[in-house]
Each structure stands twice: as C-alpha cells, then as structure tokens.
C-alpha cells in the first residue's frame, strides 16, 4: 500500500532526519515519491514517478536542510493509474477563492458517483486525485452559498461529511491541507499513526523510529493548526475491510490500464 507523511507544528522545525527514514519505505512502494512543504497558502511541491530511493534528485534535495511547519510527504505503490508524473501524490487543486488544497492518500475508492463526475477534469487517472476535486467541490458550492469564504471551522464541517460519505466507498487514509488546516482520516486498522509533542503533531502510515507514536482513532476525521488538534469530526462505522470483491475491482482497474 501507499504510506503517508504529514507535520502540523507551531513552529518550523528541521525534517530531514524524519524525511529520511520515511523514504526509505519506497523498498515496498516502488512507483514514486512526493513532497509538499508549505508557507502559508504557498506549496513547494516536487514529486517523480520513480522509486524514491533510485532517485539522484531527492538524495541531493535531502542534503540540505528543508524546515517546515506544515509538510505532507509520500511513497506509492500503484493500485489506480499509470506510474507517471500525472499520478504521483501530492495532488494540488485551488478553490474557487484562490485557497490551494493539497492531498495524499493510501487505499482506493471503488466506483461511486461521488467522484466519477470528475474524471474528465483530472490531469492524472487516480480515483485519489478526483477525491481531491470532489472536496474542492463540495467547498466551492459552501462558498458561493455563503457569498464570502469560509472560515476553518466552515471548511473543516464540509470536509467532515464528505469524508465520512466517502469512507463508506473504500478505503480512506487521507491527509489533507488546505494552507490553514490539516484534514486527517483514516478508515483501516493500524494503518495510520501519530506522534504528539508540545510543540507538534507527525503522522506516518507506520512508526518511525524518533519518539513515541500511537495509533489514530478510526473512523472520525480531526482538524489540526500549527500542532493541535482544533476539530472532531463525526464518527462512523465504514471501517474498511480487505475482502475478495474488493480485490477484484483493484484487479479490474489494472487489467483495463
């Protein structure tokens, strides 16, 4: 499966040690690499269809000290989609007022008319990247409802029910950034962790090795600014379970690649 990355902290701090471990991960998730750091509503984003660990650019770009308070990083391995540029995580859309929304995610979203109307908008083939437009969506139509942007806790409300619809198509470990706010979520039983201090909040698909990590509740997305969690979301029931339909609608999708 894809592993996921993320930094919410008060302050900027150096990730290269953490970066470093992370990517090693690629070992088992071969198909490319990407990295988002953040300045506020700024996103760096580097990213290659390649396996982080043969790559001369990201060994050179993990020499030099990258510090961040907000950063979203990941390896994946392709269940949807060729293995090309267009199709490596992170995804980044803005919204209609010019917010940029930033997007990993690990698992796949069987079919479902939640995202299907997006297809022919994506720049990619991946069922995560059209996640990320059916959000900006849902944001856009609050909006203009609205008639002014929304605030963090207006996002975070919309974000929290279409996460939880979404959980009931597959499998959702998301991390999701919209310049203010982390969106976490996951749906799949040990599959996403988090590291807690004073100062910040690290999340990883898997422990890494610096500090101690606990599990993150299942089933219930939260809200994190500059280290804390600020929002609960809703809890449900979708948790995600592999099971042989599912295989085979992932085995579909390759064959028609």
Excluded at 73 to 92: D, K, L
Excluded at 116 to 135: H, N, Q
Aim: proline share 4%; hydrophobic share 40%.
């Amino acid at each position: 499966m894809c592993e996921l990355f993320g930094l919410s902290a008060r302050n900027p701090i150096k990730v290269n040690t953490v970066l470093n471990e992370f990517f090693t991960h690629s070992e088992k998730n071969p198909d490319g690499w990407g990295l988002a750091v953040f300045r506020g509503n700024s996103v760096s984003l580097e990213k290659e269809p390649k396996k982080a660990l043969d790559s001369v650019y990201l060994h050179n770009r993990l020499a030099w000290d990258i510090t961040a308070s907000d950063l979203l990083a990941h390896v994946r391995r392709a269940t949807i989609g060729f293995m090309n540029y267009s199709n490596c995580h992170p995804f980044v859309w803005d919204d209609k007022t010019g917010r940029s929304w930033t997007l990993i995610h690990n698992g796949t979203i069987f079919e479902t008319d939640l995202i299907s109307p997006f297809s022919e908008a994506l720049e990619g083939s991946t069922d995560s990247e059209a996640v990320l437009l059916y959000l900006i969506s849902l944001i856009n139509r609050a909006t203009d409802k609205k008639g002014e942007p929304l605030s963090a806790s207006e996002r975070f409300d919309v974000i929290d029910k279409a996460l939880v619809k979404l959980a009931a198509c597959g499998k959702l470990n998301i991390l999701l950034f919209d310049g203010e706010q982390l969106y976490v979520h996951t749906n799949y039983k040990d599959s996403l962790y988090v590291r807690k201090t004073e100062d910040f909040c690290s999340f990883s698909t898997t422990p890494l090795s610096e500090g101690t990590w606990d599990k993150l509740p299942m089933n219930r997305p939260f809200g994190y600014i500059a280290g804390e969690c600020v929002h609960e979301g809703t809890s449900h029931d979708h948790e995600f379970l592999d099971s042989e339909h599912d295989m085979t609608l992932i085995y579909s999708a390759f064959a028609a690649l």
